[in-house]
Nanobody, 121 residues
Framework: QVHLVESGGGLVQAGGSLRLSCVAS????????MGWGRQPPGKPRELVAV????????NYADSVKGRFTVSRDNAKNTVYLQMNSLKPEDTAVYYC??????????????WGQGTQVTVSS
């Protein structure tokens, strides 16, 4: 079993910054891609950022390019999302995800429980 736990959400004014963290734990053999998605109120979940296991070739949603930066620490099974120049439309529940291979060699995508980010105007 694999668990992802996010932290770092909160309330911030427009133009401000937040840094989200997500730690993966459990019967992990290997973590491939990690990343973040978000679900704004009344809207479907969308992918925000993805980072491969090697750390290069990151991908971002067009709406966050140039403002958000995804990074990871493989030694800590942790992925981060640095969010700068936040806008009210960034308000959402943010979820981390990880493509995991377990010790039993099962492979699946695991999601965290989410952390709320609210940007006031």
């Amino acid at each position: 079993q694999v668990h992802l736990v996010e932290s770092g959400g909160g309330l911030v004014q427009a133009g401000g910054s937040l840094r989200l963290s997500c730690v993966a734990s459990g019967s992990i053999f290997k973590i491939n891609a990690m990343g973040w998605g978000r679900q704004p109120p009344g809207k479907p979940r969308e992918l925000v950022a993805v980072i491969p296991s090697g750390g290069g070739n990151t991908n971002y949603a067009d709406s966050v390019k140039g403002r958000f930066t995804v990074s990871r620490d493989n030694a800590k099974n942790t992925v981060y999302l640095q969010m700068n120049s936040l806008k009210p439309e960034d308000t959402a529940v943010y979820y981390c995800h990880a493509d995991v291979t377990t010790v039993a060699r099962a492979t699946f995508t695991s999601w965290g429980q989410g952390t709320q980010v609210t940007v006031s105007s």
